[in-house]
């Protein structure tokens, strides 16, 4: 095998246990043969030292159960490089090896490095030719102006001598004095040029660095473009029919982000498919600490990422039979508990279950726009005032007109209406502990819909949290959102600068379970408060 299977340690029955239909990657619960696979290479890189530190930071590993000389084995996989190589003999291979000794791409990118080496040997110098140039052009503004200045004194005594002089004496005067004038601006003109020319002859060399930086910056710019686009088309990628695609062609007409294909399930699936084997089930999961900005749990499963993934892994899936996503599961059964609590002929407010989407999605799916323009077709506003997350159950308001459309938004955005929010934590926490939470939220542009916490570019987020009680070694806490940025709550209860604790069933930020237990049970306007116990399974 060009590849290292692994054995399952598991003992007799294990045919039971075959799944039917490959792992749905965008949402799944592990499967047990992955849970196993998954403790086997965890084992494994613990028994690594020469790892430990780099781990600390941690990353991602995968696994993928096939079938195997009559039993069942796995492959592994990490993502990126992993002590500054790509490959190790106990994980799969890379789909395309870009730190292959001597292949083009290290060619060029040891091309383009001595291109930056050249660029900052160029800059010092030029930095200090364009520091004296300035003073240069700093002191010929200032003579400049001198003489301007003397220019203007030298005018106004002419000036005054033409008002004294008598009428006899007028032509000769006045001829001298507009000589006098015609000097002085022939004068300055000659300065001026003199100025220039000097600044222009000091400026030479100046120039020819610039050129040749601006040269050197233009083809590194063309080059590493082109070594771009050359190693897109070396990423190709196999399916269960035997078809096979590049990065270019899986992501066209958009370009492929950045790192694209480095991921653990295309390098599982590729390994799996180059071999003949039959790939069963799937799982991808976190080792060592969480990075600052995006949430990862030690020993958490995490579905595969959307902007580098997803159309990778829609081309390898063809041809194998793939669970359904769970997410567009039982749609007649969630719109039968979204319910409405309260309705005039201004606004209505709904409590959603877990699962509905606020607003139309894709693939059609069930949300409380569509059912709500349904229920009310009278209906002139534009409904939905403000969103839940489609996991997150609770209370929704409507507005049924125009004019109650903008005065929620205003109230919102006067954070005149107030929403009290409960969750279920994985841990207990001390009973009666508050405080606040400040952590500003940006979108992972590579892997939306989550969150992460960015210090410069994030917009600021706050929220309340007070713990009410503890159930069954759960804590269940109040939240109180100052801001409503998306996943606030999810990300400050989880990021270990806020509770440290996930949310239950949270499947982007901690362990996913039968739901999320984050309910919107309270929300208050113009002294008004409506409570949400239909939909909250807490």
């Known amino acids: 095998m060009a590849v290292t299977l692994h054995p399952l340690p598991l003992g007799g029955g294990w045919e039971g246990t075959l799944p039917e ?9 592990p499967h047990p043969l992955c849970l196993a696979a998954a403790d086997e290479v965890r084992r494994y890189i613990d028994s690594r030292a020469e790892w430990h530190d780099e781990l600390q930071h941690g990353k991602m590993f995968g696994v993928l159960i096939v079938p195997y000389g009559g039993g069942l084995s796995f492959l592994a996989a990490f993502s990126g490089t992993l002590d500054g190589k790509t490959q190790h003999e106990y994980f799969v291979p890379p789909v395309f090896d870009l730190m292959q000794p001597g292949c083009h791409f290290q060619q060029e990118e040891a ?37 301007k200045d003397f220019m ?34 022939a004068e300055y003109r000659r300065l001026k040029r003199a100025w220039e020319q000097r600044i222009y002859a000091g400026e030479a060399s100046l120039r020819q660095r610039q050129e040749q930086v601006v040269r050197l910056q233009t083809e590194r710019q063309e080059r590493s473009k082109a070594l771009q686009q050359w190693l897109f088309r070396q990423f190709t990628f196999l399916n269960a029919l035997g078809e096979e695609k590049s990065l270019p062609e899986l992501f066209a007409p958009a370009v492929p982000p950045a790192g694209a294909g480095e991921c653990c399930a295309p ?20 080792v060592g600490a969480s990075p600052t900005d995006e949430l990862r749990q030690d020993g958490h499963f995490y579905p595969a990422c959307n902007s580098k993934c997803r159309p990778i892994l829609r081309h390898m899936l063809r041809g194998l039979r793939v669970e359904p996503n769970p997410l567009l599961a039982d749609r007649e059964g969630l719109l039968s508990k979204l319910h409405i609590i309260y309705n005039n002929k201004e606004m209505a407010v709904v409590s959603k279950p877990a699962g509905l989407l606020s607003v ?40 049924l007109t125009e004019e109650k459309y903008h005065e929620l938004q205003d109230l919102f955005l006067h954070r005149r209406i107030r929403k009290v929010y409960h969750a279920l934590l994985e841990r207990e926490m001390p009973v009666a502990e508050e405080g606040d939470i400040s952590l500003p939220l940006r979108p992972d542009f590579d892997d939306r819909p989550r969150q992460m916490v960015d210090p410069q570019h994030g917009k600021p987020a706050q929220t309340h949290y007070r713990v009410l009680a503890n159930r069954d070694g759960h804590a269940l806490v109040e939240l109180r959102p ?3 940025r998306t996943h606030q709550l999810r990300v400050h209860c989880a990021h270990p600068l806020g509770l440290g ?22 929300i208050t306007l113009e002294e008004k408060t409506f409570i949400d116990t239909m939909n909250c399974e807490l």
């Open 152 to 185: 203007q004194r030298s005018k106004a005594k002419r000036d005054a001598l033409r008002q004294s002089i008598s009428p006899s004496g007028e032509d000769g005067m006045g001829l001298q004095l507009i000589r006098e004038s015609q000097h002085q601006k």
């Open 21 to 29: 239909q490959f792992t749905y990657p965008f949402c799944y619960e």
């Open 501 to 522: 604790n996930p949310i239950v069933g949270d499947r982007l930020y901690g362990k996913p379970a039968q739901r999320l237990m984050l309910h919107a049970y309270a």
């Open 360 to 399: 139309p999605g894709k693939d059609d799916q069930p949300n409380v726009h569509d059912a709500m323009r349904q229920r009310f077709p009278q209906a002139t506003g534009p409904l939905i005032v403000h969103r839940l997350d489609m996991d997150t159950s609770g209370l929704m308001l409507i507005a």
């Open 267 to 286: 390098r599982l699936l590729q390994a799996a498919y180059r071999e003949g084997l039959r790939p069963l089930c799937m799982a991808e999961f976190w």
């Open 482 to 484: 100052v801001t409503g």
């Open 111 to 147: 091309a383009i490095s001595h291109i930056n080496r050249q660029i900052a040997s160029l800059l010092p110098a030029t930095e200090q030719q364009e520091q004296d140039a300035a003073v240069l052009r700093r002191q010929m503004e200032e003579e400049l102006a001198a003489y």
